[in-house]
């Protein structure tokens, strides 16, 4: 089986959160960049993979397009780990972060896509699942900087049924106002790397008060290891969006630095890294609290590992209301939980008609 085709396409799906597009992000955010990705066999097979590109959408395009299409097509198939073991010594000069380790993601996650539907399997079979069928799913709101937003997005959040809220807000005021209306579920609070340690170590006992179950990337950098580790004891913490590899996962893991690390499949290498770290989780008796606000074969893929890996512990859906979904027979949360996607491979069939409306590059 030979590698025919490698293409990558950009959706533009705007989405809706109730809020005023607080956050981190350069301007504010309003819709999904999904960088798709086809991989097509001479056997007929197709895969699919998305790659982070929420604001970058473009340049991660432009790199499977200018180094990877070139690199894998008419590649014989043998097997994704070491199909983009050898993709990510070939690009080792362009970074083993960032934009480069996206593009190697998405076309992971295709590669594994293909590798279980020439097996008839789902990826979670493929990957010797324990065939989980609910996986516990938390509510992921963004950050709205607003304690009445964030108080009515957290009581809808209670009437879908969610048993864990996760919040973005980086002040008190509105973390309280979610917790006062939010006091018997699991509760967590993720700052993306705006506090100072010393900002840190002075939230890190009121946090432990409202009972928060994790407190994510407190602290910028987000890989100053040491200074996660002299934060431990107080919160459990937790971080890794913002890694790539197993190799970055396994020094975090040698400093202690956090309780709960987070690979994020379109991010940390896709499939292949996110196994090795899973793998890592198990001999440690570690959970993993995967990073995934996306909708893509992204989200398809990090269910089907959290319907095969016990270690996962919950899945992160990201609360927003996008005008279109991307697959066909979208898994959805139904109170809290969500069904793994039937298969085979990763189960993401797009929708043709979405894929025209939403495409931009
Ligand atoms: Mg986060």
Redesign the pocket.
């Known amino acids: 089986m030979k590698l025919i085709s490698v293409e990558a396409q950009i959706l533009d799906i705007p989405f809706s959160d109730g809020g005023a597009g607080e956050g981190l992000t350069p301007t504010p955010w309003r819709s999904l960049e999904i960088v798709l990705i086809r991989v097509e066999t001479d056997t007929g097979l197709v895969g699919w993979g998305e790659a982070f590109g929420y604001f970058c959408s473009k340049a991660v395009k432009s790199v499977i397009d200018r180094m990877i299409v070139p690199a894998m097509t008419g590649q014989k198939f043998t097997d994704p780990a070491t199909m983009i073991t050898a993709l990510q010594r070939k690009l080792v000069l362009f970074g083993r972060y960032g934009i480069t380790m996206f593009a190697i993601s998405g076309v992971d996650i295709a590669l594994w896509d293909i590798a279980a539907k020439a097996k008839q399997k789902t990826l979670a079979d493929y990957i010797g699942g324990i065939g989980r069928n609910r996986i516990p799913t938390y509510a992921?709101l963004v950050r709205y900087g607003d304690a009445g937003a964030v108080r009515s997005f957290t009581e809808r959040a209670l009437e879908d049924g969610y048993a864990t809220l996760?919040l973005?807000e980086i002040t008190m005021p509105e973390i309280e106002a979610s917790r006062e209306v939010a006091q018997e579920v699991g509760f967590i609070v993720?700052v993306?790397c705006n506090w100072s340690i010393e900002d840190t170590r002075a939230f890190l006992p009121p946090l432990r008060d409202l009972g928060t179950m994790w407190l994510?990337?407190p602290i910028f950098p987000p890989e100053d290891f040491a200074g996660l580790a002299s934060l431990a004891g107080t919160v459990p913490l937790?971080?890794g969006?913002n890694l790539c590899t197993a190799y970055q996962f396994s020094a975090m893991q040698a400093a202690g630095a956090v309780t709960f690390p987070?690979p994020s499949i379109t991010k940390v290498g896709g499939v292949t890294e996110f196994l090795k770290i899973a793998d890592a989780a198990d001999q440690a008796g570690q959970q993993l609290m995967p990073?995934s606000?996306y909708f893509g074969p992204g989200y398809f893929a990090t269910l089907q590992i959290a319907a095969a890996r016990e270690c996962i512990a919950l899945f992160?859906y990201l609360y927003v209301w996008p005008d279109a979904f991307p697959g066909l027979n979208q898994p959805l949360p139904r109170q809290g939980y969500i069904a793994p996607p039937d298969g085979p491979g990763i189960g993401f069939s797009p929708d043709p008609e979405i894929l025209t409306r939403y495409r931009v590059a």
């Open positions: 992921s996760k973005h993720d993306n994510e990337e937790a971080a969006e987070q990073h606000p992160e």
